[in-house]
């Protein structure tokens, strides 16, 4: 794994300690509020729907802005890649574009997240929408425990209960950790059952992984991870929007029923012949497989059209032909890092790879298939001279056989400076903790967007009302290559940073102010039949953005008994773009002002968890077309737990019971007064979206 420690020392990277709040399995939406930078909107409650994400705003018109997702080291791949706009539409596929849907939370060691394009350029083109690294849990040398937990609760409506029934959600979680003084692992099962209450609105998810590590010599080890899901989905299919009208049987006769499958297997080599050098051998494959059908009955005087897209199940009650997806991808990168100098003087630290990538991505009952390659290599060179000034750089170079093989280069640069080791700051370093300045430029080469397409629609033909688009999936090269004329996207970055501590690390704040900007979007122009062309994809775009972000920590009460840490986030985010269409798209990406309140309290054996999250300044649709304000304050996760004490687990021959009683999506507030009933960060389109839902769970953790 590309670890933080080789990055350079400028890079914005975010941490939060893990904390229980995710709902059953979707971590994705956990995110919210946690992370200044970052912006979460829980656009839908349909298990699988992958919130509106964005890191420092959108980053392309018709592309993904979604971050890259890095689980172990390795860049996940989703089976469709879909832009922000159409996640928000509801197509059906939209169940598929989370790329950690199912990823436990009990799973995770640790979350961070790369916000600045400086580090992001390691990671290629896609690290332009930020980064995001999961380290999930593995063994150590020490006895064999066993913790198995379960959790119970229900999903209630917020807004139309009338039409729900009552609901259930349970969860079970089972694993197993430890090692001797040369082999670790770690093995968990975990299984959940979610509904809704409106009808055709389940699932149920299994998750299996097994971590394992041995050394098998001192300067030689070897990794193996594991992981294999399984996923059986029902979600409503609504034709028009959610609203009054809506009524239990538009969720009952129009419907998605999904079967998914993923399974991934990681291996990792490391050989470490001299203190100064270093090797890693990271090699994954991932075979997924997704099978969808879409069931609906015919309003009066439409029928279907004369193919083989229908089948009439009676009762006016049709199935569309199924899609099965298909993705299968492998992924190699071997790496070395050597440090030639180190003293109390001087550091100097080389680290440097390549990347093979081979993504395949296939409709296999349609004959369409999209099938991409890549070769990378990366070189990062970092000098830190007295602990005092740090100056680094990266430069990364990609080539796609797609495309006619195009090739990208990326670069960044970057300082730092540690104010608190210079000489005039030492009369303060009793009371300052930390003092650190960071600057970085980065200069990314973006490929051009694919685009979705639908293998069919409701009537049978390639082109027809987008809400009966059933299917969609990446399946078009991009326009760049094939003799076009176009050119890739760039992205260019300014980034200043400012890291300070007081009071041996009890007050911590960290600011970062950037300035992005860009270039070359693809966009698509009507020429209205001009050189016998209806629509022509064009470089003809630019997004300027500039934001700051602020997070504050503080340790309020450290002592025996009492314990109270608080996390703040804060951030701005002000972007613009020069297309002229009468709107401002932004509003519906992203909001300008958004954040968190997180508060953690520990009373000897009970703890109290706190999450509030707020938004201002975006818009969403209440109808499918009416703009109104989605600024709102919410009070989203609370969390009361109880250990037993430490005696009575004695007595029971145990290590730890805990319990918990966790509520999400509690309540507004605030939120504009024109939204009604409706949540503010649903988009009301249609679709396989659903409102958001408050939860309440009661959960048991037992180790042995």
Known sequence: MKRIAKLIATAAILCVPIVSYAQFNQIDRNLQGQFAGVSVINSSSTYGNSPLITVRGSSSLLGTSSPLWVVDGVPMQSMTQMSLEQMAIGYPVSVLASDVTG????????????TDAASAVLYGERGANGVILVTTRNGKNQRVEMTVSGEIGNAQPTWRDDIYDSSLCTKYHVDLSGGF???AMYGALTGINQESGLPRDKVNDFNARLNLSYTLWDDLSIELFTEESKRSQKAPYLQEVF???TTSEDARNRYLDADVENTKVQLRLAYKPLDILSFKLV?????????????????????????????DLGNGMYK?????????SLYMSPTLTYTPVKNKTHLLNIYAGAEIKKVDRELTNTKKSNRDNSLSYFVNTQYTYKNLYSIGGIYRWDKYTKDDGVKLDSWSLAGDWNMREASFFKPLRGFFSKAQMRVSYAKMAIRDPDFVVAPYKADGSVYGVSYYMPITVQLLSSPLGNGSDLTHERLREWNIGLDMAWMHNRIQLSVDWYSRRHDNLVNIITLQGVGGEIRKFMNMSNIKSHGVEATLRTKNLDSKEWTWNTQLTCSYHYEKDDVTYGEDRSRFISPSIYGGLNNQLHYKNWSLGMMMSYAFDYDVLTDGFTQVSGSHIRLKDLMVGYHLPEQTVQRLHLNDVAFHLTGSNLCLLYSDSDLGDQDPEFMNIGGVRTPMMRQLRFGVAVKF
């Not at 994954?284 to 059209?305: C, H, R």
């Not at 569309?320 to 299968?328: A, D, R, T």
């Open 320 to 328: 569309i032909k199924p899609v099965c997806y298909e993705i299968l």
């Open 243 to 245: 609203d009054d009208n």
């Open 103 to 114: 990823l436990p939370e009990e799973d995770i060691a640790s979350i961070e997240v790369l």
């Open 283 to 311: 090699s994954a494959g991932q075979l997924s497989k997704a099978d969808m059908a879409l069931y609906m009955t015919m309003e009066d005087g439409v029928y279907p059209a004369k193919n083989d897209i229908y089948t």
């Open 181 to 183: 003084k040369k082999s």
